[in-house]
Every structure is written in C-alpha cells, then in structure tokens.
C-alpha cells in the first residue's frame, strides 16, 4: 500500500512532504482552488525528492495541454479526472513521447454503482475510486461507502481517494484494499499541507 499526497502548489509544501515515506505527489494543472501554472509545476517538481514520482493532475483538458505539462513539468503520471472517454485515453498514450509514462483514471463513485463501469477503462494504468458529487470533479473532502469497492479486483492499480485523514486513514486501508491511498484536503490547514497532520497520518498508519 503506497501514499499519495495530492495538491502540492507551494515549495514549503514540497520541503514538508519531501520527509516522509510517501510515494507520490499530485499537481494539479485544471480548475481548483490548487491549481497552479505549468511554469510553477516544473519549480515544484525540480525541488521534490527523486524518488517521489510527480503526479498531473487534469480535468477535461487538451489533449495538446496534457503533453505539454509532461514536457515541461516531467510528470511521472497523468491522472484523468475528469470525463474523458476510453478513446482519449488511447490517443493520450498513443500521443505520449515516453512509453514509462502512467495513465491513472478516476471513477466517481455513487450508492448505485455498476462493476461493468470499469470494463472499458482497461487500458488505464490504474483506476482512482473518488466520492461523486454532482458539479464537482474532487476535492470535496468527503467519503463514499467503501465496502461498495472492497471486493473490486483490478489489473490495474487501485486508488482511493476523497475525504481521507489521518482518523479514518487505517479503516480506508482495511476495507477499500486500495493499492494507493490518495490524501489532499485531510492533511491541511487554510489550503496548505499541514507537517503535524502529516505526521500523525504516517503514525496512525503505522
């Protein structure tokens, strides 16, 4: 089980996540009150620790914008969260200079949820499970019932996202059998990464 840190927009939340064991960190590039610019993203994730691989984070974009944060920024992943179709995905990859880049694809959940949702999203890297609301994208802090995707096996990696902290850290864990735990609002303070709240996240994992 990996951790994701989502959300990432100034260089003392990188110099905070940089000491701890995570594994990734999100970016993101489309409207949200974390956006940042393409020019910053790059400054961000020249100064982040190398073996902490960088996640973009879109919405719905070009595909033409996509590739120029791969370029610009060297995202590791591209995380789709918005409504693009399984053909985008395919000309996405198609489109990408480097084949060691990842494609990660959320999918909202709601109370009626269909396993068959997830068939045509197979080319996908890995698939990243986040509370549906209506008129919003994420970033919602609020969680889902995640026995709806406990019993989900995927091929691809499984990522859980919306509304996590350091409270219900263990029991998203246990039920979800996510491969990647995705935190963003849940470790801040006034919309920045939180070092105390951090810690106690990697704590009560442990």
């Given amino acids: 089980m990996k951790i994701k840190i989502c959300g990432i927009k100034e260089l003392e939340e990188v110099e905070i996540i940089n000491d701890f064991k995570l594994n990734y960190a999100g970016f993101i590039f489309s409207d949200s009150k974390r956006k940042i610019s393409l020019a910053k993203g790059r400054i961000l994730i020249e100064n982040l620790r190398k073996d902490l691989l960088p996640v973009g984070?879109?919405?719905?974009e070009d595909i033409s914008f996509v590739l120029r944060a791969v370029e610009i920024c060297k995202v590791k992943i591209v995380q789709l969260h918005g409504d693009e179709s399984p053909r985008y995905?395919?000309?996405?990859?198609?489109?990408?200079?480097?084949?060691?880049?990842?494609?990660?694809?959320?999918?909202?959940?709601?109370e009626r949820f269909f396993v068959k949702k997830l068939e045509k999203y197979k080319m996908a890297d890995g698939i990243l499970f986040e509370t549906m609301k209506k008129g919003a994208y994420?970033?919602?802090?609020?969680?889902?019932?995640?026995?709806?995707?406990?019993?989900i096996k995927l091929d691809q990696k499984k990522i859980l996202a919306g509304g996590i902290n350091s409270e219900n850290i263990k029991k998203a864990i246990n039920i979800s059998k996510a491969d990647v735990i995705d935190v963003n609002s849940g470790v801040e303070t006034n919309l920045i990464k939180d070092r105390k709240k951090i810690k106690l996240l990697f704590e009560n994992i442990n």
Avoid: A
């Avoid at 995905?89 to 709601?110: A, D």
């Fill in 138 to 151: 994420g970033g919602t802090g609020e969680t889902f019932d995640w026995n709806i995707i406990k019993d």
């Fill in 57 to 60: 984070v879109f919405v719905n």
């Fill in 89 to 110: 995905i395919r000309k996405l990859r198609g489109s990408l200079k480097s084949k060691n880049i990842k494609i990660w694809k959320v999918i909202h959940v709601e």
